[in-house]
């Protein structure tokens, strides 16, 4: 059974930076066989799908987090990274790194949670003002 972790999570003030990132048991983000992700979970809310990676790297965001947030993957390390910048308080969270598969391909990364079959077990960021 495939599984996720993450790690990198913390306490920031707004406007700090911060670097998420997911390791996997298996080989989930070196090749083309996994749609893979990171989405969040605010207390009280819905899960919130906020970017994801196709397996030829097109990435998509929410628009709550584009132009501040970047997903990558090393595909050496096997490992999959959210970089946070310009954070806010809202964006305090707990946050999941997520993949979809084994498929034939993944040609289009899901920003919905729902498509997600493997997820880790989160980091906690926290965003003061």
């Known amino acids: 059974q495939v599984q996720l972790e993450e790690s990198g999570g913390g306490s920031v003030q707004s406007g700090g930076s911060l670097r998420l990132s997911c390791t996997s048991s298996s080989s989930v983000f070196t090749g083309t066989r996994y749609c893979m992700g990171w989405f969040r979970q605010a207390p009280g809310k819905d899960p919130e799908g906020i970017a994801s990676m196709n397996d030829g790297g097109e990435q998509r965001y929410s628009e709550s987090v584009k132009g501040r947030f970047i997903i990558s993957r090393d595909t050496a390390r096997n490992s999959l990274y959210l970089q946070m910048n310009d954070l806010k308080p809202e964006d305090t969270a707990m946050y999941f790194c997520?993949?979809?598969?084994?498929?034939?391909?993944?040609?289009?990364?899901?920003?919905?949670?729902?498509?997600?079959?493997?997820r880790g077990r989160g980091t906690q960021v926290t965003v003061s003002s």
């Open positions: 997520a993949a979809d598969g084994p498929l034939a391909r993944c040609a289009v990364a899901s920003l919905r949670t729902w498509d997600y079959d493997i």
